[in-house]
């Protein structure tokens, strides 16, 4: 069963990144957007990529929208989740 509900924590900026992956992490697992979505990292990313479903990618991107402060957004213009995942890690982590 997924819960709905909004889990408190502070919007990525400049300097929170490692704290913000976490709680975000979190937020999608508990809302069952995890999985199949940002998981498959590691795992024949290219086939998992297909099989995963529009809907809660959207959802998922949508989650990591709203996470995100204002100055941060420009990280988020991709469609795909994994693929914002990875150029926030990028960014934040150098």
């Known amino acids: 069963m997924t819960d709905n509900s909004t889990t408190s924590f502070s919007k990525l900026d400049d300097l ?3 704290s ?3 709680m975000m992490e979190a937020e999608l697992i508990r809302k069952d ?3 199949n979505v940002v998981e498959e990292i590691k ?3 290219d086939v998992q990529k297909a099989k995963r479903k529009a809907e809660k990618m959207a959802q998922a991107r949508a ?3 709203l996470r995100v402060e204002p ?4 990280h988020m213009t991709l469609k795909d989740p994994l693929e914002i ?3 926030l ?4 982590r150098g």
Do not use: D, F, P
């Not at 100055?71 to 420009?74: A, E, K, M, W």
């Not at 890690?89 to 934040?92: A, F, I, S």
């Open 16 to 18: 929170n990144y490692t």
């Open 20 to 22: 913000w992956a976490i």
């Open 33 to 35: 957007l995890w999985t």
């Open 43 to 45: 795992i024949e990313v």
């Open 63 to 65: 989650e990591m929208i």
């Open 71 to 74: 100055g941060q957004l420009s």
């Open 85 to 87: 995942w990875e150029k």
């Open 89 to 92: 890690r990028n960014v934040h």
